[in-house]
C-alpha cells in the first residue's frame, strides 16, 4: 500500500483543563483569584511538602492551579501572560472586577473583539475577551 493509502489514526480528545500560575504567595493569590476574581475553589490541599490549589472561573472547563512543592517552583512568579478569560460581555465584567477593588484597564474595542486587561498580584496577566455572536471569520 503506498503511503497516500495509508489512513491516520484518529486523535484521541484531548482537553486543556488546567493551567498552572507561578505565584510568590499562595495564600495571598488564592484571596485574589476567589474573593476579588470570584473563581471556585475546587481544593487547597497540603500533601507532603506539597501545597495544590486549584481555582476554576465561573463557568469554565480549565482550572488554574497554584501552590507549592510542585513544577510552578521552577518558574518565575509572574511569568505567564495573555491568559484569556471569554465573557459575553466585557464592560459589565470590568466594571464588576473594577468594583472589586482590581486594576483593570478600560474595554478596547478591536474591530469587534474586545479586550480589558488585568493582572494578579504578582504579575500574571489576563484578558478579559468579548467576541460577538454575529463576527465571522473574513
Known amino acids: 500500500m503506498s503511503e497516500n493509502n495509508v489512513t491516520a489514526p484518529a486523535t484521541p480528545e484531548m482537553r486543556l483543563e488546567v493551567v498552572m500560575l507561578p505565584v510568590a504567595d499562595v495564600d495571598r493569590a488564592r484571596n485574589f483569584y476567589v474573593e476579588k476574581m470570584g473563581f471556585n475553589l475546587d481544593h487547597d490541599v497540603v500533601y507532603g511538602a506539597m501545597r495544590i490549589v486549584q481555582l476554576t472561573p465561573p463557568g ?53 473583539v474586545k479586550y480589558a486587561h488585568l493582572s494578579d498580584p504578582d504579575g500574571n496577566s489576563w484578558e478579559i475577551q468579548e467576541i460577538p455572536s454575529n ?3 473574513p
Open 60 to 112: 469554565s472547563a480549565c482550572s488554574v492551579v497554584i501552590g507549592k512543592g510542585m513544577a510552578s517552583d521552577s518558574m518565575t512568579p509572574g511569568s505567564i501572560k495573555g491568559l484569556h478569560l471569554v465573557v459575553k460581555d466585557a464592560q459589565q465584567v470590568r466594571d464588576l472586577l473594577a468594583g472589586r477593588g482590581i486594576e483593570i484597564s478600560e474595554v478596547e474595542d478591536m474591530g469587534g
Open 135 to 137: 463576527l465571522t471569520a
